[in-house]
Nanobody, 132 residues
Framework: QVQLFESGGGLVQTGGSLRLSCAAS????????MGWFRQAPGKGREFVAA?????????????YYADSVKDRFTLSRDNPTNTIYLQMNNLKPEDTATYYC????????????????????WGQGTQVIVSS
């Protein structure tokens, strides 16, 4: 059973930065999709960013970002520790949410990578609060 552990959330002022981390309890799958979602109070879970991997390498294709975070957030991975990161810059109050890491052994594509229902494993979430 794969377990995901997020960290790095906190309180930051508008325009500030945070880096979220997501560590997997074990090396997961030969092929997988990993990414981040967020959920603000009273709202549904929203796609943030995701990418496919093949083993320890980037799989073909792009890193996908929600339009609302493009050019501000960056998804990356540290292969030896099987940890992914979400660097968040120029944070805005509307970024306030609980952020969740998720993964699946499915190689998701553009039409499916943004859907929470396509991910099989989730972390417990880390809260991000951006003050105005």
């Amino acid at each position: 059973q794969v377990q995901l552990f997020e960290s790095g959330g906190g309180l930051v002022q508008t325009g500030g930065s945070l880096r979220l981390s997501c560590a997997a309890s074990e090396h997961t799958f030969d092929r997988q999709t990993m990414g981040w979602f967020r959920q603000a109070p009273g709202k549904g879970r929203e796609f943030v960013a995701a990418r496919r991997w093949s083993g320890d390498r980037w799989a073909g294709g792009n890193t996908y970002y929600a339009d609302s975070v493009k050019d501000r957030f960056t998804l990356s991975r540290d292969n030896p520790t099987n940890t992914i990161y979400l660097q968040m810059n120029n944070l805005k109050p509307e970024d306030t949410a609980t952020y969740y890491c998720a993964t699946t052994n499915k190689a998701l594509i553009l039409s499916t990578i943004r859907l929470p229902s396509n991910y099989d494993y989730w972390g417990q979430g880390t809260q991000v609060i951006v003050s105005s």
